[in-house]
Structures are given as C-alpha cells and as structure tokens.
C-alpha cells in the first residue's frame, strides 16, 4: 500500500462545478500536509497547507482528519485555469529531516 | 518572493557528456532539494542540503553527484548519464529542514534532461 493515496481521476468537469479531491495517509507520524498543483510539463506550485481546523483560501477548502488520516481538497465555482493535476503531499520526520511524500496525483479537467 | 530559478531549462547530453544542473534561491532558506520526475509520476527525492551540507542521499547512483558552494545554490553534476536517466530534474528550497509549517517547500521550473 502507498503511504499516500490519492483518487486516480481524471476528473473531467463543467465549469462551475463543485470538485472534490480526497486523500488518504497511512504514516500516522505525518506532521504537515499539502495540496500542490502541478500543470503540464511545469513544476509542483504550492497550492495550500492543511491545518487541523481545515482551512479555506477564495474558491478552495482544505480539510484535514488526523484521526481517520485523511485530508481533502473542494474547489469551488472551477475555472478552465484549474486545470492540472493536483498532488496530496504529506511531510514526514524521518532520520532528522523531513521529507515530503507525494501522491501519484488526481488530474483534473475543467471544459467548458 | 517564493522563487527558486533553474539553468538550463533543456539540456540534451551524450552518454559520455559532463553536464551540471544549477539552482539558485534568494529567499533565505536553508534547506535545499533535488527531485527527479519522471512522466505521469510525482517528483522523487534524490538529495537533501540542510545548512549547505548534505544531510539526505535517497541511494542515487554516483553518476549523479550533488554540491551546495553557499547557501543560495545548489548544483547537480552529471556524468555517464544513461537514457533512463532523462527526465524532468526539479529543484525546491524551504525554510529550515525540521519543524513543522516553516517546512512548506518551493520548486522551481525544473530542467528537462534528455540522454541519448
């Protein structure tokens, strides 16, 4: 099993819709969490960091579940622009540093 | 300013070739990373600097050799690369390399490597 799983997708939606991305971790040592995204042939861009109280920035929430390990993702109203793949990414302490997990990544294609 | 810039952008090398891959970050951070990505996966974790000094080596084969000269530039040398080697290399910077939110981590464009 991954130690971060993500939906496989591709999510093909309208514009306007409502896209929910959903994650699981399994390191219950995992102390930050990420959402990245990351457009084609381009670098990951931090999108948000997940806090325990779950967190929202205009269009998107992040919301994180340490009990059940889980963190998701809602975009809101989405644009053509959000195309891209979006990437769950866990920070882990391992041998005195940290070190990012990435999921395999939920792409989504936004149409008009 | 979150930016952390990478030369060349594209680079194509023989089997034979010498090569390096250059980052640089003004942003004050003290730790700094190489990923490779291959396509249609996530990036992978090569090598961690943490206050210039190699701290992480994900078992990367010696072909591919790191250096940190100062705190803002982290290069990656190449040599006797092999074709699966090509990929995408991405380099990113972050605060510190312990802690917790300072530890939000930022890429640059990455360089495409192609090994022929």
């Known amino acids: 099993r991954k130690e971060v799983e993500q939906d496989p997708g591709p999510f093909n939606v309208p514009e306007g819709a409502t896209v929910a991305f959903n994650c699981t971790y399994s390191?219950?040592?995992?102390?930050?969490f990420f959402w990245y995204r990351q457009d084609c042939r381009k670098e990951p861009k931090l999108l948000m960091s997940?806090?325990?109280s779950g967190n929202e920035d205009g269009r998107f929430t992040a919301q994180l579940n340490r009990a059940s390990q889980y963190i998701s993702l809602l975009i809101r109203d989405s644009k053509l622009s959000d195309s891209a793949t979006y990437l769950c990414?866990?920070?882990?302490?391992?041998?005195?540093?940290?070190?990012?997990?990435f999921g395999a990544g939920t792409r989504l294609a936004v149409h008009p | 300013d979150t930016e952390v810039t990478q030369t060349p952008k594209h680079l194509v090398m023989g089997m034979t070739n010498k090569k390096s891959l250059k980052c640089e970050q003004h942003?004050?951070?003290?730790?700094m990373y190489w990923y490779k990505q291959k396509a249609k996966k996530p990036p992978e974790l090569m090598f961690v600097?943490?206050?210039?000094?190699?701290?992480i080596n994900e078992s990367v084969p010696s072909r591919f050799s790191p250096e940190c000269p100062n705190s803002s530039l982290l290069n990656l040398h190449l040599h006797a690369l092999q074709p699966e080697d090509s990929a995408l290399y991405l380099c990113?910077?972050?605060?510190?390399?312990?802690?917790?939110?300072?530890?939000?981590?930022?890429f640059g464009p990455g360089t495409r490597l192609t090994v022929t």
């Open positions: 990113a910077s972050s605060q510190a390399p312990s802690g917790s939110f300072e530890n939000e981590q930022y």
């Open positions: 390191n219950s040592a995992s102390q930050s």
């Open positions: 997940v806090y325990s």
């Open positions: 990414v866990v920070l882990r302490f391992s041998g005195g540093y940290n070190k990012l997990i």
């Open positions: 942003m004050g951070h003290r730790a």
């Open positions: 600097y943490s206050y210039e000094k190699l701290s």
